[in-house]
């Protein structure tokens, strides 16, 4: 079967390019202090140039027990990956949560585009600032 005749929908991956892995990047998006609180996830996001849109997650222990963060961690991944195509290109974005009751994926999802796009109008309005304060030097 060609890769033409799978549907674009059909292709709801989340691969390692997909993720953030390293420190440096974490920090990056962290320092960059664009953050969007949507119900009890924060949405924190930074342009990284590339095609796609990738993640990371940092839940901390008081959000409960091993099984409850992996449990989290799950259903955010999950979410992620089928929104990833809706959402805006070129963003780094990293979610950290605190203490509450695990959500359905689908409830997370929407919170994670809301989150993203919120963060989109954000780093647009602060680009088309820059831009014009340089045009009145």
């Known amino acids: 079967m060609s890769d033409d005749a799978v549907q674009p929908e059909?292709?709801?991956?989340?691969?390692?390019?997909?993720?953030?892995?390293?420190?440096?990047?974490?920090?990056?998006?962290?320092?960059?202090?664009?953050?969007?609180?949507?119900?009890?996830i924060t949405v924190f996001t930074k342009p990284n140039g590339l095609a796609e849109c990738r993640l990371g997650l940092s839940i901390g222990r008081r959000f409960g027990k091993a099984h409850e963060r992996v449990a989290l961690k799950r259903r955010l991944r999950e979410a992620f990956r089928h929104v990833r195509a809706d959402l805006p290109a070129g963003y780094d974005v990293v979610i950290p949560t605190g203490p509450h009751k695990l959500l359905k994926p689908e409830v997370y999802a929407r919170l994670i585009r809301e989150g993203v796009e919120a963060g989109e109008r954000h780093w647009a309005k602060r680009a088309q600032k820059d831009a014009g304060g340089d045009s009145d030097v």
Do not use: E, I
């Open 10 to 40: 059909a292709r709801k991956w989340f691969r390692r390019r997909h993720r953030l892995s390293h420190d440096r990047d974490y920090q990056a998006v962290f320092a960059a202090r664009v953050l969007k609180r949507k119900g009890p």
